[in-house]
């Protein structure tokens, strides 16, 4: 599975000077924050492919105008052919406003998450606005990262955790990929990244060792298929 994530800034070669060869074998396309709802209703356009969001500090215009024809995944696990995937947006409060939240606020919201984690059995990749504290994050407030993202990391283990919120150009060492001390691979994809997935990184759908969920998924999926 080939999954390309976007943060932050509106790549030109997926926009204004769009090539398709950009998005060749793209399975489904993932945006971690702080970009224009036109940008990612074009992309879904043009790449018939799913197009899941969860929103940034900036994304404040997605209530008047929200991205049509894209998945917003705040708040709860969507399943991708089995690839169990959790949105938590936002980024930490350095003021007041929209989609910002305090360490206890952003707990808050993963706690009130626990009982649908527990009935898909995990997940396997953690999609934030803001980094975890301690990877990739900064020193100052604004792009401070939540602590409580290293909770899910160690008690869930997933396999990736994909993020946005510090951009390459704010003159620091800008990395990449970390690796969380609970193997969890940590990835900022400002701008863009391609994400290649193997089949044994994550279980079937209808196999995720959870037997309520199975049941559910095998049921509505032969209902689907008739």
Known sequence: MKILALADVEDKALWDFYDKKMTEGVDLIISCGDLHSDYLQYLVTMTNVPLLYVRGNHDRGYDRKPPLGCTDIDDKIYDFNGLRILGLG????????????????????????????RLHNGFDILVTHAPAEGY???????????????????RYKPKYMLHGHVHKEYGHEFIREYTHDSGTKIINCYDKYYLDISDDEHPARGKTGSFLYDLYTNFYDKRRRY
């Open 90 to 117: 936002g980024s930490i409060r350095y003021h007041e406003g929209p989609d910002m939240y305090t360490e206890a606020e952003m707990l808050t919201r993963i706690r009130k998450l626990k009982r649908s984690i």
């Open 136 to 154: 990739g994050d900064l020193e100052d407030l604004p792009h401070h990262g939540f602590g409580c993202f290293n909770y899910l990391c160690e």
